[in-house]
């Protein structure tokens, strides 16, 4: 997703859509309408905590976006390469959608009509069956530039013809429409909306957007989790989302488990700091340090099984500077908290490949007992890539499993084409669950930003980005976003994730470093 001429930003003032003829709706379409629940005690059971993530409860997840549709043209709009055309991209569009007559990028429908004929605006997304719609993300080129004026965004439950939320989109992405759309949920910003108050569905989901002028490029992804039984919402306030918000923000550990294990590290020395006795479930794995920890590397066992063999900062997404959110630094030290379940034991190596020693404490914490995840174990993936090729593999896993996170350390570099020092995030992350492929729209997209990370660094319970910066033809960012509580990625036969390097373009790549957090 580019950041486009500034001689396109100049126009975008004052441009909206014309009015559209009188919907046969009973409603008025410029009336707000926010129920007092969109979710069922199930869905805001899911942001109970982090406990659970071990927990085998496998669900379908589907996604649909404006990613490129084959067949759509080459844009009016020079600096849109042809190969990247992620934005209006619909599924279709209502005969009495309030839109500008023409647009600099033209839209691109899936279907020549809407088969809900009481729906109105453009259709970003459209779900048959039963489920909840889990994550809503969404940005416009206006966006970081100027504020939005009228659109509506629409979202039709159950073939109800009257909308379940009609509401200005101003107020679901600045978080003042209510509770449901304000952070822990929303992120609440200013150049996109990045939301996650779970809306459940019966039989049919349809999100829409009214209003949409000349100007208003329009990116937009929808997740979903599928239902085996049909969901309604509460027909009131339900007191699970105060658990639910209580938990999304809380900072709780465990208790201490065992005693914090101090370790004197010698260059080329490689010693087993901790071997914890099962059966339990560590809840946090904090680090304190004295001396350069970038030479030291981590071997994990659980229950006889190497789970993890990595750079130590690599753990904690902590190579360019601690990671906020699930990786935090506090202090000198840093802290995991994913749970870490075992039967039997998990043993913790530390080697050191520099040529300095280095002190160093871990401290765990965690609860002992039968341990969660029914077997299954955290594997932490590396991965790094310096050669100049398509796309860099993030994770690639057979048989079943749930990704919870995912942490990247990206540096990219302009070539004769391609000017910016960050349009290596033009790439598109690719998830293959169970066969089935699914793109994004760009890789701070699925950071929960924008625009190259316009907005600058964030965190939130789900996402966080840090270290943005650029040096001559030389870019750099690293972000996290974390798949935990409602987010989270089953997978049954297997996973297969991977970012494209810019818009297919292998020479922006300098260095990409990532890391997965995978039960499995």
Known sequence: MSRLALALIGLLSGCSAPDAPASAQAVDPHETIVPHELADEAALARFSGLAGLAEPAPAVRLRQTSGQRLGGGPPTLTPVAPDNRDMNNFVCQSADARVAAEQVVPYVFDLPECPERYVRGVVLSRFEGAGELIRFWMTALSLPHFPLDDEMLRIYVDDDPTPRVQVPLAAVVDGSAGEMFAPPFGLAAVDRMAWRYPVVFGTKLVVALDGLGPFDLYYHQSEVLRSNEPRAAGSSRLAARDAAIASTTSTNVPPPFGEAKTVVLA????????????????????????????????????????????????????????????????????????????????????????????????????????????????????????????????????????????????????????????????????????????????????????????????????????????????????????????????????????????AAAPTLLERYRSVAYVYR
């Open 267 to 502: 260059p080329d020395q490689t010693q087993i700091v901790a071997a914890l006795n099962g059966p339990a479930t560590l809840g946090s794995v904090r680090v304190d340090s004295q001396g350069d920890l970038s030479q030291i590397w981590l071997r994990l066992e659980i229950d006889g099984v190497s789970t993890a063999h990595l750079p130590l900062l690599d753990v904690f997404a902590a190579s360019a500077g601690a990671a906020p959110g699930r990786t935090l630094a506090l202090g000198p030290g840093l802290e995991l908290r994913l749970p870490i379940p075992f039967a039997e034991a998990s043993v913790w190596t530390l080697e050191n490949r520099g040529t300095a020693s280095v002190t160093l404490t871990l401290a765990f914490r965690g609860v002992p007992g039968a341990p969660a995840g029914g077997g299954r174990r955290l594997h932490i993936v590396q991965s790094e890539t310096e050669d100049a090729v398509p796309s860099h593999p993030i994770a690639n896993v057979s048989g079943p499993g749930r990704l919870v996170g995912v942490c990247l350390l990206l540096a990219g570099r302009t070539d004769a084409t391609f000017t910016d020092p960050f349009n290596f995030l033009e790439g598109d992350e690719r998830f293959t669950l169970d066969g089935q492929r699914s793109d994004g729209t760009g890789t701070e997209d699925y950071l929960d930003s924008a625009f190259y990370f316009l907005g600058g660094a964030f965190a939130s319970p789900f996402a966080a980005a840090w270290g943005i910066s650029s040096q001559g033809a030389l870019g750099r960012v690293s972000g996290c976003r974390w798949h935990v509580q409602n987010d989270v990625v089953d997978f049954e036969h297997g996973l297969a994730l991977e970012l494209e390097v810019g």
